[in-house]
């Protein structure tokens, strides 16, 4: 694992197969089309990704299925965080041998209102296991949905405990002034906005880009926010694009309206699949996100 995450990472989706197994070789095909469209990176087993709805060997047999695939190691980030510290490690483990970029590792989910010291205690023993001088960790910060918080003391005590192994993080509350400050905090971090709108004020202020689920089919619009820099004018432009298909998705659960307009794109109904207890987007709502997005001009790129 070298270097640090930068540019435009898709939070990818997990197909599925009809009895909802993780469908292995259409996850490979999108990975491809992902690379192919505009995505720098891919940061796959994360919560778009539906990763704590699939078992350890599962999400293994994943990894080890995207590398017998040919897909790159370095545009791999795959997320790895469980609440049983030994299950991290088991994942993390296993992108370190599949070459992954980094990890990207959610903080122990189940228990609420714990300390900086618990979280940390997690993420050490995460580190000190695996024991891999070539291992690059992104911290996750999503307390919407974890409950946990990742705070600054905690970063600067991780940075310091472990140098060169903490490597960035992603910040999905979607609070920008929260992630520009933590742009500001920790310049030699890799700073990733985890919504789309917070891609070029982001990039502008110095940090690294963004991981989203919206790449999953709109990669190609985040994609021209990045190559319009310095011209901030054109940015500004792109980026109003992109968050204007943002703002249509959101309205929806993320999710299935993404794989809605996959299955529609490709004519493959099991792209609609989810794992209980997410569910499919109901017929009314899945005409709808379809006309909003036809409104706005969107058309997916080929998918072939």
């Known amino acids: 694992m070298s270097g640090l995450a930068k540019g435009v990472w898709a939070a990818a989706l997990t197909p599925l197969a009809p009895d909802l197994s993780p469908d292995i070789p259409a996850l490979a095909a999108h990975c491809r089309w992902l690379l192919a469209n505009g995505c720098d990176g891919l940061a796959v087993l994360g919560t778009t990704g539906e990763a704590n709805s699939f078992t350890l060997a599962e999400r293994l047999a994943m990894l080890d299925g995207l590398s017998q695939a040919g897909i790159p190691g ?140 919206c790449a999953n089919i709109a ?23 992109l968050t204007g298909v943002r703002r249509i998705l959101e309205a929806y659960p993320m999710t299935a309206a993404l794989k809605e307009v996959l299955a529609r794109a490709s004519g493959i109904d099991a792209w609609r699949g989810v794992r209980p207890p997410l569910v499919a987007l109901p017929g009314d709502k899945a005409e709808s996100l379809m006309n909003q997005l036809a409104a706005s001009g969107f058309a997916l790129a080929p998918l072939s």
Request: with cysteine; charged share 20%.
């Open 74 to 213: 370095a545009n791999l980030m795959p997320g790895t965080g469980c609440c049983a510290f030994p299950d991290a490690v088991a994942l993390t483990k296993k992108a370190v041998e599949i070459g992954a970029l980094g990890v990207l590792v959610l903080p122990p989910f189940y228990y609420k209102n714990v300390s900086d010291e618990g979280v940390f205690a997690y993420y050490a023993r995460v580190i000190e296991d695996v024991g891999d001088s070539r291992l690059k960790l992104y911290l996750y910060h999503f307390p919407k949905l974890s409950g946990v918080a990742i705070t600054k003391p905690l970063i600067e005590r991780l940075m310091k405990a472990y140098p060169g192994v903490i490597a960035g993080l992603k910040d999905s509350m979607g609070d920008l002034e929260q992630t520009l400050d933590l742009v500001r905090g920790f310049p030699d971090l890799s700073i990733l906005a985890g919504y789309d709108d917070g891609l070029l004020p982001v990039l502008d202020a110095g940090g690294a880009g963004c991981i989203t689920a």
């Open 219 to 241: 990669s190609p619009l985040a994609a021209k926010v990045v190559a319009a820099l310095p011209d901030i004018k054109q940015a500004q432009l792109a980026q109003m694009r």
